[in-house]
C-alpha cells in the first residue's frame, strides 16, 4: 500500500511536459501544475498567437497568467525528495511522443516494452505480465514495440496475415488462398520465412566476408600510407643530399677555374712585366745615347767633331722589338667557351636526366587500377596524338594539325633525317606514352595501327623496321574482313566486329596493351600482359595509295 501511494505521489507530482518531478512549481488558473521552466516554455512558444493554453485541459487565457510558485507542491516535491524518491521506476515510464504507448493503460499511458503479434497490441510492463503466467498467451509471439501492427491484418479478411504467397511474392491471411490467391503456391509465413532466413545468412556471410576483406585492404592501404611517406620522405632527404653534392662539386669546379686563372694571369703578368722593364731600361739607354749624339751634332769644330766621333760606341741590336707581337684582345675567352660548352654538356644531360626522373615520378603508382569497362571510362584517360613528320615515309603526307596520315604517289618535299622511314610507309607519335593512356583511330581499307619503342630501326626493307615483326613493336592489322596482332614476327589472327575505328589503351606501369573495336560499344579484340622497358610512341602503317588513317581528337 506504501508503495502503491508512493508511485500515486510520483505521478501527481510530476509535470506533464518534462515527465519529471515538479521543479518550481507553479499552478495556472485552470489548476494543472507544471514546472516554472516548462510552462513558461510552452508559452512562449504561443506569444505569437495572443492565447496561452493549458497543455493538458486546452482551456485558454487571455492574457498570459502572472506565474507565482506554488509554495505547498514545491514542499511537498523536496519532501519526497527526502526520501530518496526522485525518479520514477521502471515500470512507470510515461509515453513520450516518439514511444509507442500501451494500447490497455487508461489515462497517462505508460510506455509500451513489448508488442504481441497475435493480440496485435503493445503492452507496458504492467499490463504484459499475463502473457507470462497465462498457458494460452504464452505461445503468443512478443516482439520489440512495434507501430506497423496492423498492417499484419489483411486488408480483404480482416485476418492476421500468417501465410506467403509465393507466387505474389506478399503475405496473406489463411482466407486468401480461397479467392484472390486460389492455386497459387502458398506456405506458412514461418516457413518462408525459415527459407528466407537460411538466404539472409547467406548473405550476411557474404557481406561479413567481403566486410573482413575489405578492413585486410584498408589495413593495407594504410601500410602502403605509411610506407609511401617513408620512401617519399627518404627521397626527398637523399635527393637534397645528391643535389647538394653537385651544387659543392659544380661551386669547387668553379674555385678551380678560377684559381687556374687566376694563376696563369699572375704568370703571364710578371712575364710582360720583366719584359716592359727590360723594354724600359733599353729606352734609357737609347735616351742617353740620343743625347750623346745630339751634343757631338751640334758641335762647330770640325776637328773636335772628328776627334770625337769614333769614341761613340755603336749602338747594339735590340733582342726585344723584333719578338714582341701583341696578340688581338683575347686571353682567356678559349677558357669562356670551354665553360659555356660544359655548360651546355650539363644542362642537355639534366634534360634528358629529368625526363627520366620525371618518369619515374609518374610510375609511382602503388594501386594497379583496374581498366576501364566503358568507352567513357576510357576517354577519361583520352591523350592527345600527333604525328611526327620527322618519322613519317615521303610517300605520307600529314594533315589535320599533324593527327590525318594519308598515302599519296607523291614523295613529300620532307628534308632528310635520320628518324624518318625509308622504306615502309609508316610514320610515329611526336609525343612520347607513359602512364594510362587511350586513343582512338579512324582508318579506311587496310592499315596497321601500332605502338613502338623510339629505338626500331628506320632505314632499309627488313622486319627490323616494319611495325610488329620485331621485338621493338606491337600491331593490329585491320582488314575489312578481320584483324591481325603482331609482334616479333608473330601473327595471331582475331575475330571481331567490323568498324572503321580502333581503340588503344595503354597502361605503361602495369604493362597493358588492349585493342578494341568502337562502334555503338566497345568490343575488346586483342589485349597484351607484358613488360615495357622504354617509352613508347604510337604510330601506324598505311598499305595503299589513297588510304587514310587519323587519330582523333580527345573528347
Not at 228 to 242: C, G, M, Q, Y
Not at 260 to 272: A, K
Not at 530 to 542: K, M, N, P, S
Request: charged share 30%; proline share 3%; hydrophobic share 30%.
Amino acid at each position: 500500500m506504501l508503495e502503491r501511494g508512493n508511485q500515486l505521489n510520483r505521478e501527481t507530482l510530476s509535470c506533464s511536459i518534462c515527465l519529471d518531478l515538479l521543479k518550481d512549481s507553479v499552478t495556472i488558473p485552470c489548476g494543472h501544475s507544471y514546472c516554472m521552466k516548462c510552462i513558461k516554455n510552452f508559452w512562449d512558444e504561443e506569444d505569437q498567437k495572443g492565447i496561452h493554453s493549458c497543455p493538458q485541459c486546452r482551456e485558454t487565457f487571455t492574457p498570459r497568467p502572472v506565474l507565482k510558485k506554488n509554495t505547498m507542491l514545491a514542499a511537498l516535491v523536496e519532501q519526497l525528495k527526502k526520501t530518496g524518491l526522485q525518479a520514477a521506476p521502471a515500470d512507470l515510464c510515461y509515453a513520450g511522443p516518439e514511444d509507442m504507448a500501451c494500447d490497455f493503460c487508461s489515462g497517462r499511458k505508460l510506455k509500451a516494452t513489448k508488442s504481441c503479434l497475435v493480440c496485435l497490441a503493445s503492452f507496458c510492463e504492467k499490463h504484459l505480465q499475463p502473457h507470462f503466467v497465462s498457458a494460452p498467451l504464452k505461445k503468443h509471439k512478443l516482439v520489440e514495440p512495434s507501430k506497423n501492427l496492423q498492417e499484419n491484418i489483411c486488408s480483404r479478411h480482416d485476418e492476421v496475415l500468417k501465410m506467403f504467397c509465393r507466387t505474389d511474392q506478399k503475405c496473406i491471411c489463411y482466407l486468401c488462398p480461397v479467392d484472390e490467391h486460389k492455386g497459387h503456391d502458398t506456405v506458412s509465413a514461418a516457413a518462408e520465412r525459415t527459407e528466407r532466413q537460411r538466404e539472409l545468412e547467406v548473405r550476411r556471410e557474404n557481406i561479413q566476408q567481403r566486410i573482413q576483406d575489405r578492413e585486410k585492404d584498408v589495413k593495407l592501404l594504410q601500410q602502403e600510407l605509411e610506407a609511401i611517406k617513408h620512401s617519399a620522405d627518404k627521397t626527398v632527404e637523399d635527393s637534397e643530399k645528391i643535389f647538394t653534392q653537385l651544387i659543392r662539386l659544380i661551386q669547387k669546379r668553379s674555385s678551380d677555374v678560377k684559381q687556374q686563372i687566376r694563376s696563369q694571369q699572375e704568370t703571364e703578368g710578371s712575364r710582360v712585366k720583366e719584359l716592359q722593364k727590360k723594354l724600359e731600361q733599353e729606352i734609357t739607354e737609347l735616351k742617353r745615347k740620343d743625347a750623346e749624339l745630339k751634343q757631338l751634332s751640334d758641335t762647330e769644330d770640325h776637328n773636335q767633331f772628328l776627334h770625337n766621333y769614333p769614341s761613340l760606341s755603336a749602338l747594339s741590336e735590340s733582342t726585344h722589338s723584333s719578338s714582341i707581337k701583341i696578340r688581338p684582345l683575347s686571353y682567356f675567352e678559349d677558357v669562356t667557351a670551354a665553360v659555356s660548352e660544359l655548360r651546355d654538356q650539363l644542362q642537355d644531360i639534366l634534360r634528358d636526366a629529368w625526363k627520366n626522373i620525371s618518369l619515374r615520378l609518374t610510375e609511382v603508382d602503388v594501386l594497379l587500377l583496374a581498366e576501364p569497362k566503358n568507352r567513357a571510362d576510357f576517354l577519361k584517360y583520352s591523350h592527345k596524338i600527333t604525328l611526327d613528320p620527322n618519322t613519317a615515309h615521303k610517300q605520307l603526307l600529314l594533315s589535320e594539325g599533324n593527327r590525318k596520315v594519308t598515302r599519296t604517289d607523291q614523295t613529300q618535299s620532307y628534308s632528310s633525317h635520320p628518324d624518318r622511314f625509308t622504306f615502309w610507309s609508316q610514320v610515329l607519335s611526336r609525343e612520347s606514352l607513359t602512364g594510362r593512356c587511350y586513343w582512338e583511330v579512324e582508318w579506311s581499307a587496310r592499315v596497321s595501327v601500332a605502338v613502338a619503342y623510339k629505338n626500331i630501326s628506320r632505314a632499309g626493307s627488313g622486319n627490323k623496321c616494319v611495325f610488329g615483326y620485331n621485338d621493338k613493336s606491337r600491331a593490329l592489322y585491320c582488314y575489312q574482313n578481320g584483324y591481325e596482332f603482331v609482334h616479333s614476327n608473330i601473327r595471331t589472327s582475331i575475330s571481331g566486329p567490323g568498324s572503321s575505328r580502333v581503340g588503344v589503351y595503354l597502361d605503361h606501369r602495369a604493362g597493358i596493351l588492349s585493342f578494341y573495336s568502337v562502334s555503338e560499344t566497345m568490343t575488346l579484340l586483342h589485349r597484351v600482359q607484358t613488360t615495357f622497358t622504354q617509352l613508347l610512341h604510337a604510330g601506324v602503317l598505311i598499305w595503299i595509295s589513297g588510304d587514310s588513317a587519323e587519330f582523333c581528337k580527345p573528347k
